[in-house]
């Protein structure tokens, strides 16, 4: 299973043997060098097993990953657009839902008021 890499310039089995040689001293240089990778050719699933790798790798050199590192990947947009979709949408129903209950509790303390003008009130 040989791919072409098509921007970057690596391939899956470079980015397997730069994983392997990982050290606490050229942690960052790899993370470095595999982002455009990532974030560019890599498919989903082989984004995913490499970013969890690497958090695997991490750990094992007594570094951290970077928050938020090759979040901007191509292959996570279109569940990245989807989420967002989602959310607002989920949003907007919120906001009229909200209006909605507003604009009931109005009419509700508008016939209220109605109410104690129509009473007479017996002395």
């Known amino acids: 299973m040989s791919t072409t890499a098509e921007k970057t310039g690596l ?25 455009p990778f990532l974030e560019n050719d890599a498919g989903i699933s082989i984004y995913t097993k490499t970013i969890k790798r690497l ?26 657009d989807k989420q967002t979709a989602f959310i607002q949408t989920k949003e907007a ?14 009419a509700a303390a508008e016939a209220a008021a109605a109410d104690a003008e129509a009473e007479p009130v017996e002395a």
């Open 55 to 80: 958090g695997k790798v991490a750990k094992d050199v007594g570094k951290e990953m970077p928050e938020g590192y090759a979040l901007e990947a191509a292959c996570t947009k279109k569940r990245r």
């Open 93 to 106: 129903e919120q906001k009229e839902a909200e209006e909605a209950a507003a604009a009931e509790e109005a």
């Open 11 to 35: 391939t899956h089995k470079a980015v397997h043997q730069l994983m392997k040689k990982v050290t606490a001293d050229n942690f960052a240089e790899t993370l470095d060098t595999l982002k």
